[in-house]
């Protein structure tokens, strides 16, 4: 996140949702450990509005791990804590590009907790069939948060996910239940486990 030309480069994936969707959405949701998507992301959408790519910004939503959150607490945390190891980080680098985006876009940087993290990457797993590492998760933790808090403010929430499941898969070892069928080898125990 200290190298601007990783900004420069994220930034372009908003300059890709601009595309797809037509506009930019009304929220963006994503989660920040080191803050330079997430300053990034904002970067792209002014761009986009300032070119007339966009007709507007969208409200950024930047979700923390609890045990990981110095923009929300205000003060870096010395031993951040959490099982989304991507934004385990205690002192951000891009903490005041953070902040501009949250505050230039009326939107928020707020905490969820390890166990709404787990509850979204199962989600995630279970009905989109994607496996993210659990930082990823941390942004539809953050947007079922507002929705259940009845704080979302509607129409469209793009979620942004940044990783796959096999950056972290001891949280999947750990946390996803497999439906294993057990039986012996042969054809005649397979149909029997199977009951065909």
Known sequence: SVNPHRIEGQKTAAFEICD????????LAIPVGNAGNITA??????????????????????????GAAPIV????????????????????????????ARDESEGLIEAVTDAEIIDAYKLL?????LFVEPASAAAVAGLMKLHRERRSRGGRAVAILTGHGLKDPDVAMANLTPNVIKCGVSARDIRAALSL
Not at 43 to 66: I, Y
Not at 73 to 100: F, H, L, M
């Open 20 to 27: 797809q969707l037509g506009d930019a959405p009304d929220t």
């Open 41 to 66: 992301y904002w970067k792209g959408f002014t761009e986009c509005a300032e070119r007339g790519l966009a007709s507007r910004h969208p409200n950024m939503a930047g979700f923390q791990a609890a």
């Open 73 to 100: 607490s205000g003060a870096p945390v010395a031993d951040p804590q959490t099982i989304a190891s991507a934004i385990r980080i205690g002192n951000p680098a891009s903490w005041k590009g953070a902040t501009a």
């Open 125 to 129: 797993a279970t009905r989109e069939g």
